[in-house]
């Protein structure tokens, strides 16, 4: 856990809900996160187990901020995250399942203003506020870890459609009749492709079609992740750059669609999978801007998150503290 000393202010305390882990954190006005931790989502059969261990973790830092007297409100971003209703709806990768009223049950326990939001869209505040799209009016912020979320900005806002569920491109069909996800039961989404899941999906299909040598062919198939493939390809394994060629040309045809519609001025890629560098960065731009037509061409940037990944999601999530009234 970090520590420093608060300042006087007013603070925010910041939750990003993971299908693995949580991260939290007490954050000032500048974007400063005070305090921090972690702790596993994935181990909570039950949503109270959990919100009564962040009450555990989470009171010591609000201690040592100054008290909840200190703090204005907790901003969380959670998969199926509904602005409008504080509610987590039907999320495939948290183990808690239907509708859960997440933001009234934090709030009964620790007796603050609680504002939801989906986890993607909570990145692209904090991108907004903090980070890479500092001073843009139109973006896509995509995070790409165990699966594709996405947050979109147009003429400044971010937009929540009717229901409070826009910007789920991760689940956009790119392939008819592809590939099966396990959370929807939707066949060829782009998050069965584009994230480290897919990656691994990739991975173990590739493997079995082939009879290429491998490094991957030592890694037990349990144990094959996207990392695996990673450190194969930076040592030059055919079939491991292979996949990362597959995986941006895929994530290159969705971002192609995704700018024809909403005409963004940048594309910001957040998440594990961005680690790859320009192995998955190199594929994904030459895809995106040969599906493009050409008005749409050489006009959108591609750029990495500048936010620290233990930090993004909590400064987003934070930030829907601060455009309380």
Same mark, same amino acid.
């Given at each position: 856990?970090?520590?420093?000393?608060?300042?006087?202010?007013?603070?925010?305390?910041?939750?990003?809900? %993971? $299908? !693995? /882990?949580?991260?939290? &954190? *007490?954050?000032?006005?500048?974007? =400063?996160?005070? #305090?921090?931790?972690?702790?596993?989502?994935?181990?909570?059969?039950?949503?109270?187990?959990?919100?009564?261990?962040?009450?555990?973790?989470?009171?010591?830092?609000?201690?040592?901020? %100054? $008290? !909840? /007297?200190?703090?204005? &409100? *907790?901003?969380?971003?959670?998969? =199926?995250?509904? #602005?409008?209703?504080?509610?987590?709806?039907?999320?495939?990768?948290?183990?808690?399942?239907?509708?859960?009223?997440?933001?009234?049950?934090?709030?009964?326990?620790?007796?603050?203003?609680?504002?939801?939001?989906?986890?993607?869209?909570?990145?692209?505040?904090?991108?907004?506020?903090?980070?890479?799209?500092?001073?843009?009016?139109?973006?896509?912020?995509?995070?790409?870890?165990?699966?594709?979320?996405?947050?979109?900005?147009?003429?400044?806002?971010?937009?929540?459609?009717?229901?409070?569920?826009?910007?789920?491109?991760?689940?956009?069909?790119?392939?008819?009749?592809?590939?099966?996800?396990?959370?929807?039961?939707?066949?060829?989404?782009?998050?069965?492709?584009?994230?480290?899941?897919?990656?691994?999906?990739?991975?173990?299909?590739?493997?079995?079609?082939?009879?290429?040598?491998?490094?991957?062919?030592?890694?037990?198939?349990?144990?094959?992740?996207?990392?695996?493939?990673?450190?194969?390809?930076?040592?030059?394994?055919?079939?491991?750059?292979?996949?990362?060629?597959?995986?941006?040309?895929?994530?290159?045809?969705?971002?192609?669609?995704?700018?024809?519609?909403?005409?963004?001025?940048?594309?910001?890629?957040?998440?594990?999978?961005?680690?790859?560098?320009?192995?998955?960065?190199?594929?994904?731009?030459?895809?995106?801007?040969?599906?493009?037509?050409?008005?749409?061409?050489?006009?959108?940037?591609?750029?990495?998150?500048?936010?620290?990944?233990?930090?993004?999601?909590?400064?987003?999530?934070?930030?829907?503290?601060?455009?309380?009234?």
């Amino acid at each position: 856990m970090a520590n420093a000393a608060p300042s006087l202010e007013t603070l925010a305390i910041g939750c990003d809900i %993971g $299908g !693995t /882990g949580t991260k939290f &954190g *007490i954050v000032d006005r500048n974007g =400063n996160v005070l #305090f921090s931790g972690e702790m596993s989502t994935k181990k909570h059969k039950t949503v109270e187990t959990f919100i009564n261990e962040l009450y555990e973790v989470l009171s010591p830092l609000i201690n040592n901020a %100054g $008290g !909840t /007297g200190r703090i204005k &409100g *907790i901003g969380v971003g959670a998969p =199926n995250g509904n #602005f409008y209703t504080g509610t987590i709806e039907y999320a495939p990768n948290l183990p808690w399942k239907g509708v859960i009223p997440l933001a009234r049950m934090i709030q009964d326990k620790f007796k603050l203003p609680v504002t939801l939001t989906n986890d993607a869209n909570a990145a692209a505040i904090g991108e907004m506020m903090y980070g890479a799209a500092q001073g843009m009016k139109d973006f896509i912020m995509i995070t790409l870890g165990t699966g594709v979320g996405s947050g979109i900005v147009a003429n400044g806002q971010l937009i929540y459609g009717h229901d409070g569920f826009a910007g789920e491109l991760g689940h956009t069909i790119v392939f008819p009749n592809g590939r099966m996800h396990e959370g929807t039961g939707k066949q060829g989404s782009l998050e069965s492709y584009a994230s480290a899941t897919g990656v691994t999906l990739t991975a173990i299909e590739t493997l079995e079609k082939s009879d290429e040598p491998s490094l991957l062919r030592a890694v037990p198939t349990d144990q094959l992740d996207s990392k695996s493939v990673f450190e194969a390809a930076i040592q030059g394994d055919k079939l491991a750059l292979e996949i990362f060629e597959y995986t941006g040309k895929v994530l290159g045809l969705a971002l192609a669609n995704a700018v024809m519609f909403s005409s963004p001025e940048a594309i910001i890629l957040f998440g594990g999978l961005t680690k790859a560098g320009d192995l998955i960065l190199k594929p994904t731009r030459a895809h995106m801007e040969e599906n493009l037509i050409q008005v749409f061409q050489n006009k959108v940037k591609i750029l990495v998150s500048h936010l620290r990944e233990s930090d993004a999601a909590i400064l987003g999530a934070s930030a829907l503290v601060w455009d309380q009234k």
